[in-house]
């Protein structure tokens, strides 16, 4: 399963508006996709699940699934500021 460690780059951490950015790419994907921080897992189509994980800027989180082009984007996305726009 492909899976890439990132840190989380968004000013304020996985909160409302990140984790909204990430789910809404996540479905565009029918392949599951999970974002582990610790021992917790949530669902990357799911903002709720996202945001309580509690991943802070500057967090260690892991994006998995069975899609490596699915799991790059949303790596991709969690890596970034999504609240510098």
Not at 1 to 9: A, D, E, K, L, R
Not at 10 to 15: C, I, T, V
Not at 27 to 46: L, R
Not at 70 to 75: D, G, N, Q
């Amino acid at each position: 399963m492909p899976s890439q460690t990132v840190i989380v780059g968004s000013a304020e951490g996985l909160h409302a508006r990140p984790a909204g950015i990430i789910a809404e790419a996540a479905e565009n994907y029918d392949d599951d996709i999970v974002i582990t921080f610790g021992d917790d897992e949530a669902d990357a189509d799911s903002a709720m699940l996202i945001m309580a994980l509690g991943a802070e800027k500057g967090a260690e989180v892991t994006v998995s699934g069975d899609n490596a082009d699915a799991v790059a984007e949303i790596a991709r996305l969690v890596e970034q500021d999504l609240d510098a726009e």
